[in-house]
């Protein structure tokens, strides 16, 4: 069974600063990667898809990496800000089944 | 956004009484899904639709049915609530057709078993 491990849990970090998320998953026999955004009372937003095939993908200021013979991504942040506070999900798929982490909920204080 | 609609996006009801959630979707997708999220449990998958009356049973399927009638209308149905069925309800929607298949999701609804 495909297990999804983020860490950290929480993390809070000044304006500004550069932070990465990491994602960690067991089985590397997968589809896809994609990291969601989920503000508090919200649905899930799809911030950056990759394919088993792809290496990265860029979104404005947001980088996700993906290394699958290690079962690991990270999603880097660049400058951060007060708006980018929220709670940030990995995916992986595998057929048509997604499995999720529990997500690192992110602080960016003013 | 991709145009996905849920209903109700809150409901209480009692213990044993029948709860039907409705997603809608504008994108003629044809996958749609439906998840509970639950704190410590994170997002896990109940049912899912491939198409047209075409339906299979996710990781926590045990006390609700599904049904499609149509590409745009996929159906959660919770025959008789128990309280253990209180959470957060999300349709999600992706397309094989499309590279990636990406996974959109609805604003979700709130569900109160009492």
């Known amino acids: 069974k495909q297990e999804v491990t983020q860490i950290p849990a929480a993390l809070s970090v000044p304006e500004g600063e550069n932070l990465v998320l990491n994602c960690s998953f067991t089985?590397?026999?997968?589809?896809?990667l994609q990291w969601f955004r989920q503000d508090p009372g919200k649905g899930l937003t799809s911030l950056l898809l990759?394919?088993?095939?792809?290496r990265e993908q860029t979104s404005g200021r947001l980088n996700a990496s993906l290394d699958k013979s290690s079962g690991r991504s990270t999603l880097y942040i660049a400058a951060s800000q007060p708006g980018d506070s929220a709670t940030y999900l990995c995916?992986?798929?595998?057929?048509?089944?997604?499995?999720f982490g529990a997500g690192t909920r992110l602080t960016v204080k003013p | 956004d991709a145009g996905i609609t849920q209903s109700p996006r809150h409901k209480v009801t009692e213990t044993g009484t029948p709860v039907t959630l409705r997603c809608h979707q504008t994108e003629n997708h044809r996958y749609m899904y439906w998840y509970r999220q639950d704190p410590g449990h994170g997002l896990r998958l109940i049912h899912y639709s491939y198409g047209v009356k075409d339906t299979d049973k996710g990781e926590v399927s045990d006390g609700y049915s599904v049904s499609r009638s149509k590409t745009e209308d996929f159906l959660l149905t919770l025959e008789s609530a128990t309280s253990s069925q209180t959470s957060v309800y999300f349709c999600?929607?992706?397309?094989?057709?499309?590279?990636?298949?990406?996974?959109?999701f609805g604003e979700g609804s709130r569900l109160t078993v009492l």
């Open positions: 089985d590397s026999a997968i589809y896809n």
């Open positions: 990759i394919q088993s095939s792809q």
């Open positions: 999600a929607i992706s397309d094989p057709n499309l590279q990636g298949r990406e996974l959109f």
């Open positions: 995916a992986v798929s595998r057929n048509n089944d997604m499995r």
